[in-house]
């Protein structure tokens, strides 16, 4: 293939500590293989004397796949985690990895200990592993997090388990042994690295062990570091010679996969960013395409919204409906069940439903409205003063005699609670008339299922409040008040939407962390207000967050459409910083003038072009947002 001025120059260089900066849809995996064949057929360095590294795993697969070669001529493609096991292996170690199971177990038990929830917990452990990724110390961290900390690695200890920074903490250690660290490297005449700006400060003390004697090439673009929750820091991008000493950084400067306005626009926008390096980044397509941004009254409507343009083609184009959190993608994903539109999830969100308080009641209703079934069994369990667990098992195994078998004087329940499953009878019959709304307060305050919201909050450290906020709100997503029928029919489809994750759909619903390297014929990003994007909990570090809104603008290849709604569950909006400041401008004032909805239109765009609103247009020059 025919590669351009800057990727050919990249391909060839020979330099001993080489920096790749690649902006977007530039080319930087055709150009690491290319630069793979190139060290192999030209120089003549043998496919076992390189190591490729990857940020995951998935990506390792792909590269090799891509490469093409049989494992005889292929160079070693994985993360720093499995090479790190593999030389343990080597090295006569043994490296079992603790499976998510045994992790969720020394949590629970930490959460005991300290009688303190899982998941704060579970924050404070990954407070210590983002830590161990910026090599620091047990000082460096909360006092909780070095509480857990014990409990984690004396869990692992104890069973004689590593986990991934275990394993990359153990090949430092035998990397700076005098004796067996030069073994280790020495095979190894070139390490290449993709992504590099992901990587962390323990994987780049990594990288330097192992070059010093070989030679290396990065490819990466710092601004696309969006993973600083696993430590990675765009610094090593930006002064790159303070990592590698005898450094060369070459560019790459052709975006071929955005029309000319996405590029213009999504350059302009990360140009506030401090931390970078100076580039330019032209269109290579001179297709200009359509970037949008829309003003909408809510959420719902900017759904509605997304539907009418996404399905404006017959068939519809491969496009992305990007957010910010798994809890926006779960309001949105039963928004889209709800009106029927097809879409797959590239990663599962949280299902809500299955949080213990929701859970609970959502088995009460479907057991409401099929008494005679199996699926509320977990009703069961927990109805005023409770059927012993021995009388469900026998049912289980006896379904088909019905429910109302256990009503069998002669069965094997007491008079007492024959008189309360009686009751717990007339209160389904009861539920099954009632809507949604309604049914959740029967249940509490008439079946007195507040009781085990009680008992769940002193159990889990959850605040009783909170557990009754999750089960009120369920089903919002649908009418303002749906009856219990039409509740349980979408509770059906949720979960077969669940079961679709990473199928294949003309929409795909993602955070904006899920679509990094990826790419769409358009994109649609939700909810760019403040607080959402960027996040409310991103404090000072608006760089990162611009990062992340940087990463969503460039996966968009033909169109690309920013949604602003005016209210967010009732609470009103204001646009995000990150928006054109003279958009942003003209949406004030149409705000306060009340009139109709405005939209910025990029079609043809070499600068902002206009603001149109009930009719009257406005001049714009600014691209960029607000620093």
Known sequence: MTLDPWQEAARTSIARQTLLVAPPGSGKTTVLL??????????????????????????????????????ETTPYFGTLHAFARRVLLQQGESAPLITPAQAREALEQAACRYELSFLAVEKALGEFSCARAKNQGAKE????????????????????????????????????????????????????????????????????????????FG????????????????????????????????????????????????????????LRN?????????????????????????VDAVIRRHHRCDPPPKDALLVRTHAQMQDIARLLLKKGVPFGLLDQPFDPYQRPAPRLFCSLFRLALDVEGSTGLEALTVFPKGLPRGIL????????????????PEGPLTRDQIHQLRRFYRDLERLRSLS?????????????????LQEMALKSGVPAADLLQEVQEMGQELSLDPSLEEFVRFLAGWQVVLAQTRQEFALTLSTLHGVKGMEFDGVFMMDCVQGSIPHEKAG????????LYYVGLTRAKEALTLLVPETLK????????????????????VASSKQGRRFYEGKGLAALKKIVRAGRTLGSSSLGGRP
């Open 393 to 408: 098992a026998r049912y289980e195994a006896q379904k088909t005699k019905g429910l109302r078998a256990l009503l069998d």
């Open 219 to 274: 490819v990466g673009d710092e601004d696309q570091c969006i993973y600083a929750f696993r430590g990675a820091n765009p610094r090593a991008m930006v002064h790159f010679s303070e990592y590698f000493m005898q450094a060369e950084v070459l560019y790459l400067r052709r975006n071929y996969r955005s029309a000319a306005a996405i590029v213009r626009f999504a350059d302009a926008a990360i140009r506030n960013n401090k």
């Open 540 to 547: 000072s570090d608006l760089e990162a967050e611009r990062r």
């Open 141 to 216: 961290v909360l006092p909780l997090a070095a509480l857990v900390r014990e409990d984690y690695t004396a869990y692992k200890k104890e069973h004689g388990l590593l986990d991934f920074e275990d394993l990359q903490e153990h090949l430092l250690t035998l990397l700076q042994d005098p004796v067996k660290g030069p073994k280790i490297a020495s095979p190894y005449r070139w390490v290449l690295a993709d992504e590099f700006q992901d990587f962390n400060d323990l994987q780049l003390s990594l990288l330097q062990e192992l070059t010093k004697r070989a030679s290396f």
């Open 570 to 589: 009732g609470i009103p909006q204001t646009p995000s910083q990150f928006l054109p400041e003279d958009w942003v401008i003209g949406a004030r004032e």
């Open 34 to 71: 290319q630069k793979i064949h190139f060290l192999m057929d030209e120089i003549g360095v043998l496919p076992e004397e390189m190591l490729v590294v990857t940020f995951s795993r998935a990506a390792a697969q792909t590269m090799a796949q891509r490469f093409g070669k049989s494992a």
């Open 436 to 452: 949604l709304k309604e049914a959740i307060a029967y249940a509490l305050y008439v079946m007195r299922y507040y009781k085990n």
């Open 278 to 302: 100076p580039k330019v980044i032209e269109g290579a397509r001179s297709e200009e395409g359509t970037v949008e941004i829309l003003s909408i009254a809510s959420e719902e409507e900017a």
